[in-house]
Nanobody, 125 residues
Framework: QVQLVESGGGLVQAGDSLRLSCAASGRTFGTYPMGWFRQAPGKEREFVAAITWSGGSTWYAGSVKGRFTISRDNAKNTVYLQMNSLKPEDTAVYYC??????????????????WGQGTQVTVSS
């Protein structure tokens, strides 16, 4: 079992930066690939970024590539999402997720077994 708790969300202006954190419980955190997803009001949850257990490979949605960076510190059982040059369209609830299945479909919501409760990010124009 893995429990995930996100933090770091808030209200910022366009162009600002935020860093989200996702703290995980469980001794096997270091073996789980992790992902970040987001859900804007009235929209379906969408993939944002993912990272392998070692941190050696990462994936990004096209809309955030070049602006967001996913990273992890397995010693601290934490995964991060550094968000730069934020835009109003980045406004959403951001969720971190973990999967024990491998790395084949890390951009797909269904592939993840564990989810956090989400943290709100609001970007004003």
């Amino acid at each position: 079992q893995v429990q995930l708790v996100e933090s770091g969300g808030g209200l910022v202006q366009a162009g600002d930066s935020l860093r989200l954190s996702c703290a995980a419980s469980g001794r096997t955190f270091g073996t789980y690939p992790m992902g970040w997803f987001r859900q804007a009001p009235g929209k379906e949850r969408e993939f944002v970024a993912a990272i392998t257990w070692s941190g050696g490979s990462t994936w990004y949605a096209g809309s955030v590539k070049g602006r967001f960076t996913i990273s992890r510190d397995n010693a601290k059982n934490t995964v991060y999402l550094q968000m730069n040059s934020l835009k109003p369209e980045d406004t959403a609830v951001y969720y971190c997720a973990a999967t024990g299945r491998g790395r084949d479909y890390l951009t797909s919501e269904w592939y993840y077994d564990y989810w956090g409760q989400g943290t709100q990010v609001t970007v004003s124009s």
